[in-house]
Structures are given as structure tokens and as C-alpha cells.
């Protein structure tokens, strides 16, 4: 039986990968080593596997993120200025999200 499923990101520096995700997602650090990250937000988790050339232009690396708090948390990511270009804040037929990027272009999709 499955009992999680987790995605594993690419980040070309997992220091400014971490701070990224604890300022931005309230993330905290599980686990770090020297070519490897893992955080959490509660029951959430989240891996990072370091790859210094990663090309962020094609980098394709996503995960749709569900919250309770989504008109906070966009105002903050305007505040870091991580919205996507075409991420902005909207309602779609199956609820409201919009997308952010981290340091390394990989995308998350919020919403409620």
C-alpha cells in the first residue's frame, strides 16, 4: 500500500533553496547534506537533490501545493516577488491558485 508520495526538486544551491522555502513557505529543514535536502511543513515534505548546472530556463520540475490561508500567502509571495509571470491569483472552474517559482524556476501551483 502507497502511503506518501513526495517530490524531489532540483536546486543548483541548497542553501538558497532552503532559506527560499522557510521565508517564503514556512518550510523547516529535516535533513541536510552535502548533495541533499529535505523539508517539511507539517505532514508535507519536500525533497531537494543538488545539481549545480541545473538550466533554469528548461528546468520543468512542478508540484501543486493545497492551503487554507491563500489570500495571505499570495500577498506574501508578491512581497518576494516569486509569482510566476502568467501565475497570477485567479478563480478557475475547480477553485482559486496561483503559481510561484523558487530560486531554480522549479513551479508551484497554490491553492485552496
Given at each position: ?31 541536510k547534506?552535502?548533495?541533499?535536502l529535505?523539508?517539511n511543513?507539517?505532514?508535507i515534505?519536500?525533497h ?27 500577498k ?37
Open positions: 500500500m502507497i502511503k506518501n508520495i513526495t517530490p524531489v526538486f532540483i536546486s543548483s544551491n541548497l542553501d538558497v533553496t532552503e532559506k527560499f522555502w522557510i521565508e517564503v513557505l514556512s518550510f523547516k529543514t529535516d535533513g547534506h552535502d548533495d541533499y529535505i523539508m511543513n507539517g505532514n515534505e519536500v531537494f537533490s543538488k545539481l549545480p548546472s541545473v538550466n533554469k530556463k528548461t528546468n520543468n520540475c512542478a508540484c501543486y501545493l493545497g492551503v487554507d490561508n491563500l489570500d495571505d500567502l499570495y506574501k509571495c508578491l512581497e518576494f516577488n516569486c509569482v510566476h509571470p502568467n501565475g497570477k491569483l485567479e478563480k478557475l472552474p475547480w477553485g482559486r491558485e496561483f503559481a510561484i517559482v523558487d530560486p531554480d524556476c522549479n513551479l508551484i501551483k497554490i491553492a485552496e
